[in-house]
């Protein structure tokens, strides 16, 4: 059930393997994968992440030694406590005892997508040892218990609340970055990309069209589109395209058909694919929400 979250080595006292409570992400692109695990008389977790990673201890009173990126700290968590591990901060934790931990990992593209939707562009996640979300100890507790019983409520609900909790983390979680970090792109151009994107949805969208908008070549707009927002043009084009769709079947008003004209999709069978690929769902299943 491990071998998901590959970059992780864990242990504990006696050098085996932790026992697994759940360990998944339900169908669909949600970008977040949830692992809970019991450690038997003490616990060793060390990584250098390609996600971000946010612990929550469930056991009260464990004594833990740790380190992040250079800095350490000693200390004993609440139940309930998270620490925060951004993508590429080396890492290591340590107790002295039985515990049971939850992780919840985030694909850095989808948390870049979640700022720039959020008007946060670029925001940074901060390095923690140990405080208190309640809100988002809720929701890991929720993904936890979805993924340990098969996903009952299906991939809908898992994207909202894996949603939720990527959210939670950008409000409360960030840094702000007052100046624009060089190679990203900036909140205006982002915005006038996406003003251009929703106003022709309908026609063909061309990587040139919007590297000129953003004043680069389309090699360089590129790499520095992907750098921002977490995933290339094309398929932030796509997203875009969806986003709408997904309106519109909702609203019930339009057929499949016609809702693929309207926002640029192939045809009717090229939407629904892009409808199971990201949210794991047919179109039937929206349109009855």
Known sequence: M?????ELSMAQTDEGSPTAVAAGSAPGESGVFVLSARFKGGLHISATPRRHHVYFQLTPGAH???????????HKSMAGSLAICPAGAD??????NSVEAILVAIEPGQFA????????????????????????????????????????????????????FVNGLLVRHTSKLENLVRGK??????????????AHLDEPIAVGALAKIAGRSPFHFTRVFNRSVGMTPYRYVVHLRLRRALELV??????????????????????????RRVH?????????L
């Open 250 to 275: 909702r609203d019930g008003r339009h057929g499949l058909a016609e809702i693929a004209a309207i926002t640029g999709f192939a045809d009717q069978s090229h939407l629904s694919r892009w409808i």
């Open 2 to 6: 491990f071998k998901q979250v590959s």
């Open 91 to 96: 890492y290591a934790a340590d107790a002295d």
């Open 64 to 74: 833990f030694e740790c380190r992040i990126a250079g800095q350490v700290s000693s």
């Open 113 to 164: 997508l979640a700022a720039a939707e959020g008007s946060a562009l670029n925001a940074k996640l901060v390095e923690r040892f140990s405080g208190c979300d309640q809100m988002l100890f809720d929701f890991a507790r929720g993904l936890a218990l979805e993924s340990a019983s098969g996903y009952p409520n299906g991939p809908l609900f898992w994207n909202g609340v894996a949603g939720a």
């Open 280 to 288: 794991g769902v047919p179109p039937t299943e929206l349109a009855a």
């Open 185 to 198: 792109l900036g909140k205006d151009v982002l915005g006038r990309l996406r003003d251009y994107v929703v």
